[in-house]
């Protein structure tokens, strides 16, 4: 039964009839949230402004979200979008200004123990970024992929080569995977992109 406003099923970006796409929602907030800790403990020199000017910028942007998710009413699912892609894009430009700094100031930074320390947040940070990317763009994002039936879109994971007559429903966790063996193997390793928009954001993050 659809509830919402305006009649439009992807009215809001979580109903009561999508508690998965609920719980993964979840799992992607705590990934935003762990990228601002990442950033905040990276080196000074390595960061611009204070170190918890990202967490408040993303505390700002996530209170639509979690708002939403708690009541299960609020903003539309297309404003909650733009707000989640407006919140990608920052730190997506903290991630690259961290690595631009890291290889400016390398030849001057002597300390074996802070380069790696430095190496292994923006690493991190990195999977962390493109799994929540691909989380967001696959099949035009959960809300759009639940009533698409889960069917392959931008990726292929093994669970749909059939046509997922199983139902099964990717999670945020799924799409960490996915990044964390694109970072660690420079290629894909079960699953695959499909579109350009997939392969160009994976050819980004190696």
Do not use: C
Request: hydrophobic content about 50%.
């Amino acid at each position: 039964m659809n509830n919402t406003p305006s009649g439009d099923p992807h009215h809001t970006l979580i109903s009561a009839e999508i508690p998965l796409e609920r719980t993964s929602a979840w799992e992607a907030i705590i990934g935003m949230l762990a990228v601002g800790l990442l950033y905040a403990a990276l080196p000074a020199q390595l960061i611009i402004g204070p170190s918890w000017l990202l967490l408040v910028i993303e505390a700002v942007l996530l209170l639509p979200l979690i708002i939403t998710i708690s009541n299960r009413r609020g903003l539309s699912h297309k404003a909650i979008r733009v707000l989640i892609l407006i919140l990608l894009g920052v730190l997506t430009l903290a991630l690259a200004i961290g690595v631009a700094l890291l290889i400016i100031t390398l030849p001057t930074d002597k300390h074996a123990t802070n380069l790696l320390r430095s190496s292994v947040l923006l690493w991190s940070s990195n999977i962390l970024v493109f799994g929540l990317w691909y989380w967001q763009i696959d099949g035009g994002g959960p809300v759009k992929r639940h009533f698409s039936g889960h069917q392959a879109a931008d990726f292929m994971f093994p669970q749909q080569v059939n046509g997922n007559t199983d139902a099964w429903v990717p999670h945020f966790l799924d799409y960490l995977f996915l990044a964390f063996t694109g970072a660690t193997a420079l290629s894909p390793a079960d699953t695959y992109p499909l579109t350009r928009a997939g392969k160009s954001l994976m050819m980004l993050e190696a």
